[in-house]
């Protein structure tokens, strides 16, 4: 009994940490705290416990404890929407929206990471229970580890090359080099954005990443992150200071156009480049016999 709970102990330990540990809040402030964090920290323990018990369950034929694993799937489903349903909620008092696609790829890290401290706290247990604590730490440290190198995704600069460039007039309407932003009409706004607005080009590496800029998705993720870090110029009632990003449909080429708070054009572009390649717009059509072909 006491080596059960010895390795349950270890298990629900490790996970918890690994939760912890998995929960960055960085500029964005999102999970919010103290009581986002809290809440979060609580799944955690209880996916932790879940992962724990299950291999003592499983040596003392306890079978049905283990369908309280499915239980947890369950769960944490609503774990996603609940972080789904909030963000979309917050997005009206957004100046400048994260958009569907990077909500939705909040939601599922969320909702992930509750599977993964089951995970560890599950090996912790199992390692634990058959060869000792110090074993059980070990092995929860390395599937931490391998956690954490699974969990790092692609950034926008490791698919594109970022670049200040310079925008201009052409009677009403902006453009970034040859790209065409947008129509300013009055002379006021014009003179605006000639005094304060920075502008960038992004230069897909290759095919697959000209289709990831293409997405919608992830370029209102790029414009909404370079506007929480640098801020943005404009209120509620002044959408022509909205951020945007449009393409060269021949060359696949972006332009972006900000008014930032902070004119630092260094630091937009360190801004851009740390963005997240999202979930919904990581496609690759390289790895087709087609998309190959048509890359020739």
């Not at 270890?10 to 500029?27: E, K």
């Not at 640098?230 to 156009?257: H, I, K, Q, S, W």
């Amino acid at each position: 009994m006491g080596q059960e709970l010895s390795a349950i102990a270890c298990g629900v330990a490790a996970g918890t940490l690994a939760r912890y540990l998995m929960l960055r809040r960085d500029f964005r402030q999102y999970p919010s705290y103290p009581h986002a964090v809290a809440t979060h920290l609580a799944l955690g323990f209880v996916a932790a416990t879940m992962g724990a018990v299950a291999v003592p369950a499983i040596v003392a034929k306890e079978y049905t404890a283990v369908t309280f694993l499915a239980l947890a799937a369950t769960q944490f489903r609503e774990v996603r929407r609940m972080e789904r349903e909030m963000l979309q909620a917050l997005e009206h008092s957004e100046l400048v929206a994260r958009g569907k696609d990077f909500i939705e790829g909040i939601a599922r890290t969320f909702e992930a990471r509750n599977y993964l401290a089951i995970m560890i706290s599950l090996v912790t247990s199992g390692t634990a229970f058959f060869f000792g604590i110090a074993a059980g730490l070990g092995a929860g440290a390395v599937a931490l580890a391998l956690c954490k190198a699974l969990m790092r995704g692609k950034l926008v600069k490791d698919i594109a090359l970022v670049r200040p460039a310079e925008f201009n007039f052409r009677g009403p309407n902006v453009f970034v080099e040859d790209i065409q932003i947008m129509n300013l009409g009055l002379p006021e706004v014009r003179e605006v954005y000639t005094k304060r607005a920075r502008a960038l080009i992004l230069e897909p590496h290759n095919d697959a990443a000209r289709e990831i800029l293409a997405n919608v998705g992830q370029r209102q993720a790029i414009a909404h992150d370079a506007a929480a870090l640098l801020g943005v110029y404009r209120e509620v009632d002044t959408a022509e200071f909205t951020p945007l990003l449009r393409r060269n449909p021949d060359t696949g080429r972006v332009g972006m156009l900000i008014v930032p708070i902070e004119p630092d054009v260094k630091c937009l572009v360190t801004a851009v480049e740390n963005v997240p390649v999202l979930e919904s717009a990581a496609v690759n059509p390289l790895a087709s016999r087609a998309g190959r072909c048509a890359a020739d």
